[in-house]
């Protein structure tokens, strides 16, 4: 009886000490499934899509919509769901259509596009849709945080896609573009699109690219100069890059 | 209860030696530790596809005299700019030291490669490495290149370093792209990453209405000269394709800004570490925002200016920025002013000091002049770049058919005709240097500094049916009397330039 007891309470301390002997598993993540807005440096949190900067013709044009998930892949798709939060303008089916919103199986992410579409309303009104991820059958909402306060509006549960037909000031042009290029008018705009080809003026520009914009509409509008006169813009101010 | 005590008693016992005082061993015990090194510490070897590649390094061991322990690892990868990392690694030699033929596979003509030696002791499996940066070239690695004009069309010549001429290079490995009209051709003296193609030197031949670079190992047609600009200019004329260093270590130049002159424009290159390729971009207007300029295919820089171009119109410097041309501080000129010279440019090249440049200019009187000046400005020096400014005592410079800077001594080669001259910056003054056969016409004249070893001068002569190029061997107060090899047999030389690996 005494032997048995002795080996109970040898196997006992002999068990605590093992304990320090496992093999420690990784750090994983174990939860739900859950799935958010990917934040990009860029756009990270809402896209503004104007169709003036492009060609008449174009009349449904593409947003994307980035999301990742929490957890591991698994081998089917999944659902994503989204709702709209009631302060949007824009209205589903004849702004915009969101297809279908799938993590496909085995992948960690997925860019979903939304189409837009050119109305004759966006000529002078702007419109927008603010997405809100909310819990499907296969995904939780996952983080709700803000990376960077100070740039990002919403959370990483929130997209916002604003619509328009207008030729509006690129909000980076006061940051970014206003030292290189002056100060904003719709005619000057209007002519480095035309002069450059290039309709999206948000989001980085490599040094390389941006000195080629600049010195393209430089010599573009000297041209422009020596066979007109002056350019003016809709403000009877005169058209210079500094 | 009592058992209850036994065990209790146990325990606490095992507990208890928790407490004792650990008495073990701990002192470190050496072990053999490796060092390898190469004494000849080639870290960069260019390499000759078909050569044999020999490596002795050096192995110390700490505890050990003999090497019976150790193993060895010779291992390559394509450490080429826009190789992945997943390319795969070869290991070519498991022997103590290297000895191998370089050939494909694992090696591509003009691929760069990481060599890595490793040498480990069994025993421990300590290692030591050290590493090695292959770049697989062919013959036509170095030497002097000669364009030349023939009624076919363009073509390049080279001169081995062993003496031997290489003719029709480019016509032989370029059959259909003929270039027509040649009028310069350009070589980078140190690597740029344009990421464009991958990091190498550069090599660009210009045309009169066409240019194209070629890459710098095979010497095949690699880029029309269109594509490498981000937009094409209107007229295709070019002067000159060079790139510019605001490096102050002569030893590990970088390239700091590109300059294109095309149509009597300039454009610029804004290289760096950013992303994206790097190209050439519009022509750049004066400061004023005209373009009423016409640049000469001439391009000084240093380490405060990366590059100062030369205006016909306005008869000015202007130094080359970004996305404009722009004056230079006023506080630069006291000698002259290099934002209004009011001389017509004749020539522009490097003078013996470095960073410091000779323009031989002209006035409306048809005087000669030299204005010297300099674009690197030392911490708290004063602004001032020019450096002098005097009127040349030169006969038939006016006329002269080829000059060239030294960089060694401060003399001026010129030629009229078949005459060479010798002028002195410092005291003025100039004697007749050398005579070429008469019949010959002195076309074009570079120098050619070379640290190890005597400089050269080349000059290129042209009879009406044949190139020639002569070699001077300059001493070391500018003097020579007799060339030291001539080659003949060329058609036209229009420019020279030395290719270095």
Same mark, same amino acid.
């Given at each position: 009886?005494?032997?048995?007891?002795?080996?109970?309470?040898?196997?006992?301390?002999?068990?605590?000490?093992?304990?320090?002997?496992?093999?420690?598993?990784?750090?994983?993540?174990?939860?739900?499934?859950?799935?958010?807005?990917?934040?990009? *440096?860029?756009?990270?949190?809402?896209?503004?899509?104007?169709?003036?900067?492009?060609?008449?013709?174009?009349?449904?044009?593409?947003?994307?919509?980035?999301?990742?998930?929490?957890?591991?892949?698994?081998?089917?798709?999944?659902?994503?769901?989204?709702?709209?939060?009631?302060?949007?303008?824009?209205?589903?089916?004849?702004?915009? +259509? *969101?297809?279908?919103?799938?993590?496909?199986?085995?992948?960690?992410?997925?860019?979903?596009?939304?189409?837009?579409?050119?109305?004759?309303?966006?000529?002078?009104?702007?419109?927008?849709?603010?997405?809100?991820?909310?819990?499907?059958?296969?995904?939780?909402?996952?983080?709700?945080?803000?990376?960077?306060?100070?740039?990002?509006?919403?959370?990483?549960?929130?997209?916002?896609?604003?619509?328009?037909?207008?030729?509006?000031?690129?909000?980076?042009?006061?940051?970014?573009?206003?030292?290189?290029?002056?100060?904003?008018?719709?005619?000057?705009?209007?002519?480095?699109?035309?002069?450059?080809?290039?309709?999206?003026?948000?989001? +980085?520009?490599?040094?390389?690219?941006?000195?080629?914009?600049?010195?393209?509409?430089?010599?573009?509008?000297?041209?422009?100069?020596?066979?007109?006169?002056?350019?003016?813009?809709?403000?009877?101010?005169?058209?210079?890059?500094? | 209860?009592?058992?209850?005590?036994?065990?209790?008693?146990?325990?606490?016992?095992?507990?208890?030696?928790?407490?004792?005082? @650990?008495?073990?061993?701990?002192?470190?015990?050496?072990?053999?530790?490796?060092?390898?090194? =190469?004494?000849?510490?080639?870290?960069?070897?260019?390499?000759?596809?078909?050569?044999?590649?020999?490596?002795?390094?050096?192995?110390?061991?700490?505890?050990?005299?003999?090497?019976?322990?150790?193993?060895?690892?010779?291992?390559?990868?394509?450490?080429?700019?826009?190789?992945?990392?997943?390319?795969?690694?070869?290991?070519?030699?498991? @022997?103590?030291?290297?000895?191998?033929?370089?050939?494909?596979?694992?090696?591509?003509?003009?691929?760069?490669?990481?060599?890595?030696?490793?040498?480990?002791?069994?025993?421990?499996?300590?290692?030591?490495?050290?590493?090695?940066?292959?770049?697989?070239?062919? %013959?036509?690695?170095?030497?002097?290149?000669?364009?030349?004009?023939?009624?076919?069309?363009?073509?390049?010549?080279?001169?081995?370093?062993?003496?031997?001429?290489?003719?029709?290079?480019?016509?032989?490995?370029?059959?259909?792209?003929?270039?027509?009209?040649?009028?310069?051709?350009?070589?980078?003296?140190?690597?740029?990453?344009?990421?464009?193609?991958?990091?190498?030197?550069?090599?660009?031949?210009?045309?009169?209405?066409?240019?194209?670079?070629? @890459?710098?190992?095979?010497?095949?047609?690699?880029?029309?000269?269109?594509?490498?600009?981000?937009?094409?200019?209107?007229?295709?004329?070019?002067?000159?394709?060079?790139?510019?260093?605001?490096?102050?270590?002569?030893?590990?130049?970088?390239?700091?800004?590109?300059?294109?002159?095309?149509?009597?424009?300039?454009?610029?290159?804004?290289?760096?570490?950013?992303?994206?390729?790097? %190209?050439?971009?519009?022509?750049?207007?004066?400061?004023?925002?005209?373009?009423?300029?016409?640049?000469?295919?001439?391009?000084?820089?240093?380490?405060?200016?990366?590059?100062?171009?030369?205006?016909?119109?306005?008869? &000015?410097?202007?130094?080359?920025?970004?996305?404009?041309?722009?004056?230079?501080?006023?506080?630069?000129?006291?000698?002259?002013?290099?934002?209004?010279?009011?001389? =017509?440019?004749?020539?522009? =090249?490097?003078?013996?000091?470095?960073?410091?440049?000779?323009?031989?200019?002209?006035?409306?009187?048809?005087?000669?002049?030299?204005? &010297?000046?300099?674009?690197?400005?030392?911490?708290? =020096?004063?602004?001032?770049?020019?450096?002098? %400014?005097?009127?040349?005592?030169?006969?038939?410079?006016?006329?002269?058919?080829?000059?060239?800077?030294?960089?060694?001594?401060?003399?001026?080669?010129?030629?009229?005709?078949?005459?060479?001259? &010798?002028?002195?910056?410092?005291?003025?003054?100039?004697?007749?240097?050398?005579?070429?056969?008469?019949?010959?016409?002195?076309?074009?004249?570079?120098?050619?500094?070379?640290?190890?070893?005597?400089?050269?001068?080349?000059?290129?002569?042209?009879?009406?049916?044949?190139?020639?190029?002569?070699?001077?061997?300059?001493?070391?107060?500018?003097?020579?009397?007799?060339?030291?090899?001539?080659?003949?047999?060329?058609?036209?030389?229009?420019?020279?330039?030395?290719?270095?690996?």
């Amino acid at each position: 009886m005494e032997n048995n007891k002795l080996i109970i309470y040898a196997a006992l301390f002999l068990a605590v000490l093992a304990t320090a002997c496992s093999k420690e598993e990784r750090v994983m993540y174990q939860q739900d499934p859950r799935v958010y807005f990917t934040k990009f *440096v860029t756009n990270s949190d809402s896209t503004m899509y104007t169709f003036a900067t492009g060609p008449d013709d174009i009349t449904v044009d593409t947003a994307w919509l980035n999301f990742r998930i929490m957890g591991d892949a698994v081998d089917h798709d999944r659902e994503i769901k989204l709702t709209v939060l009631d302060t949007s303008t824009a209205v589903a089916g004849y702004h915009y +259509a *969101v297809q279908p919103l799938i993590i496909p199986a085995n992948a960690f992410d997925a860019r979903i596009p939304v189409l837009l579409y050119r109305r004759p309303g966006l000529k002078d009104s702007m419109v927008h849709v603010v997405f809100e991820i909310s819990e499907s059958a296969d995904f939780k909402p996952g983080y709700s945080d803000k990376p960077n306060p100070f740039a990002n509006k919403y959370d990483r549960l929130h997209y916002k896609v604003s619509i328009n037909d207008q030729l509006l000031k690129p909000g980076n042009w006061d940051g970014s573009l206003s030292p290189s290029f002056g100060a904003y008018s719709m005619v000057k705009f209007k002519f480095m699109i035309d002069v450059t080809g290039k309709t999206v003026w948000t989001g +980085a520009i490599f040094p390389g690219d941006m000195q080629y914009l600049i010195q393209s509409v430089k010599l573009a509008l000297y041209n422009y100069e020596q066979a007109n006169g002056p350019m003016y813009d809709e403000n009877g101010e005169q058209v210079v890059f500094p | 209860m009592k058992f209850s005590g036994t065990i209790l008693s146990i325990l606490l016992a095992a507990l208890l030696t928790g407490c004792y005082k @650990d008495k073990g061993n701990y002192d470190y015990k050496p072990i053999n530790r490796l060092a390898v090194s =190469d004494p000849a510490n080639p870290v960069n070897i260019s390499i000759t596809l078909g050569d044999s590649l020999k490596i002795t390094p050096v192995i110390e061991q700490s505890a050990s005299q003999h090497e019976d322990s150790l193993s060895y690892e010779w291992m390559v990868f394509d450490n080429s700019p826009a190789s992945s990392y997943t390319m795969p690694r070869t290991v070519i030699s498991t @022997d103590r030291n290297l000895a191998v033929e370089i050939k494909d596979p694992p090696f591509s003509l003009g691929q760069n490669y990481r060599l890595t030696y490793r040498v480990t002791d069994r025993n421990t499996g300590v290692s030591s490495a050290i590493y090695y940066n292959l770049t697989i070239i062919n %013959k036509y690695a170095t030497g002097w290149i000669l364009l030349e004009s023939k009624p076919a069309g363009g073509d390049l010549s080279m001169i081995l370093p062993d003496g031997s001429v290489e003719r029709g290079i480019y016509t032989s490995l370029n059959p259909s792209y003929p270039l027509e009209n040649p009028v310069k051709v350009e070589l980078s003296p140190f690597q740029v990453t344009d990421d464009v193609s991958v990091t190498s030197r550069k090599i660009y031949l210009l045309g009169a209405g066409s240019g194209m670079e070629l @890459d710098y190992q095979t010497m095949l047609r690699k880029f029309d000269y269109a594509y490498l600009f981000y937009g094409a200019p209107a007229v295709i004329k070019p002067l000159r394709m060079t790139w510019m260093s605001t490096s102050a270590n002569a030893n590990s130049l970088f390239a700091s800004q590109g300059i294109v002159i095309n149509d009597g424009k300039v454009h610029a290159n804004l290289v760096g570490g950013f992303p994206g390729s790097k %190209k050439w971009g519009a022509a750049l207007s004066t400061p004023e925002g005209h373009y009423n300029y016409e640049a000469t295919p001439f391009v000084a820089g240093g380490t405060t200016y990366s590059a100062v171009i030369y205006d016909k119109v306005k008869k &000015r410097f202007y130094q080359v920025g970004n996305t404009a041309l722009t004056n230079l501080p006023i506080a630069a000129s006291t000698l002259f002013d290099m934002n209004d010279v009011g001389l =017509d440019m004749l020539y522009l =090249d490097s003078a013996n000091i470095t960073r410091e440049y000779n323009a031989v200019m002209k006035d409306a009187s048809n005087v000669p002049w030299l204005l &010297r000046f300099k674009l690197a400005i030392a911490n708290n =020096d004063p602004p001032n770049v020019t450096l002098q %400014k005097t009127q040349m005592n030169a006969p038939g410079i006016l006329n002269m058919t080829g000059m060239a800077s030294s960089t060694i001594t401060p003399h001026i080669y010129y030629a009229t005709g078949n005459t060479m001259y &010798r002028y002195e910056t410092t005291s003025n003054t100039t004697v007749q240097q050398y005579t070429f056969p008469a019949g010959e016409t002195v076309t074009q004249m570079k120098f050619l500094r070379q640290p190890e070893g005597a400089s050269l001068l080349a000059a290129v002569t042209w009879d009406g049916t044949q190139g020639r190029l002569y070699f001077f061997e300059v001493s070391s107060v500018g003097n020579f009397s007799e060339y030291r090899n001539r080659y003949e047999g060329f058609g036209r030389i229009v420019d020279i330039g030395f290719k270095v690996p």
